[in-house]
């Protein structure tokens, strides 16, 4: 009996060795897929269509671009949980890559909800929820797994945690007093970057309008209304609703609070009837961050001349996108003819750059390589005057005159 007990031991030894050298290996595979697999998604949706020898930028180009102050209305850079003070070989931006394109201002959006099966047609806002597995894939905090206006805000901190640690780098802009420091810095020589933070859609304040004293708080200065699909403020452009929803009463209250502390009222992805209602209400400003002209490019992603055109009428900017879907084509050209036709529509004063950088779209070049985008410009016929306000200088007149003066 006591060889057949030591044998039953023996036998249990090493299947409890076998089962804890299998953990092990699920565990170290468990570990390498939540490093790798965001990496691997975000390099699959965020594409740049640049040749491997880059586009030719003559010296021309390359001085103007040098002599341009410039900002950009929209990156999701935020959503892919990487170091932004590193640089790294996917997606389109990161600190050393937006210095080295002589980026002064970039809005950086937190996105905190996206459809599953998402498109420019329709979609459900009870539907699958995108965001929610990579959050938890990308091992974010937990408190932000189910709750929106803590995505939001995780994604705040973690634009503020860059800026403490690389002061001479970024530095988060919420008042005019901070713009205009930064543009003093930067006239002086220093190569520092101005990130604002806005969020994508109006959801993250969960239906509770005193969560727009806490996203304020935060540093949010701009915020859509809605996104990929309709919510508690009204429309979007692409929800179950259509162009026939406008803001809801929450909305109103929305957007009129927003004004008063001098956050910047964004329409992008809002139904035509929404945008009209906020055309409606006094000291809006709207900005149209990331965009194409449907007279250049008639794709259900952008909206009617008529309602950009009464957007700039109304003192707002509309941001030009970079990607394919709303300029009809894959290169810097094809995003400079998107500006010519928008300058057509609104006039150079209200015209400016809304890439769209990190949003899961495709673009013809990165950060670092934004004077590809001079040359086209210049190529195109516009004068240095012209490319000087739409590369940033209409933008940052805009900041000046809306941001909160302390």
Sequence with gaps: MRGAEGGFLARRNVVRRIVVGLAAVGAV???????????????????????????????????LHERLVIGDWHSDALLWDRDLLHRVDRGHTDIPRLLEGNMAVQ???????????????????????NIT????????????????????????????????????????????????ALLERRAGGERVLGGILGSEGGHPLEGDLANLDVLHDAGFRL?????????????????????????????????QGMVARGMIVDVTHAAPRMVEDVLALPGTLPVLSHTGIA?????????????????????????????????????PADVAGAIVAAIGVAGEDHVSLGSDWDGSVDVPFDAAHLPALTQALLDAGLVEAQIAKVMGGNMMRYLAETLPAD
């Design 295 to 331: 007279s250049h490019c008639p794709s259900p992603r952008n909206l009617s001349d008529d309602l950009v055109a009464r957007i700039a009428e109304a003192g707002g900017i509309i941001g030009i996108g970079f990607w394919s879907d709303v300029v009809c084509g894959t290169t």
């Design 133 to 180: 597995p990579l959050f938890i894939g990308q091992l974010r905090p937990p408190r932000a797994w189910f709750s929106l206006r803590e995505r939001a805000l995780v994604q705040a901190e973690a634009l503020q945690r860059a800026s403490d640690r690389a002061p001479d780098r970024l530095t988060v802009i919420r008042t005019r007093g901070d713009l205009q």
């Design 29 to 63: 595979a468990l570990a390498a897929f939540l490093v790798l697999a965001p990496a691997y998604v975000e390099r699959g949706m965020n594409p740049v269509t640049m040749p491997a020898e880059g586009w030719p930028v003559g010296a021309e180009a390359r001085a």
């Design 107 to 129: 809005v950086f959006t937190t996105v905190t909800k996206s459809p599953r099966g998402q498109n420019y047609d329709r979609n459900s806002a009870a539907g699958g929820d």
């Design 223 to 255: 915020m859509g209304l809605t996104h990929f699909f309709d919510n508690e403020l009204g429309g979007s452009l692409h929800g179950e609703g259509g162009s026939g929803d406008g803001l809801s009463d929450f909305g109103r209250q929305v957007v």
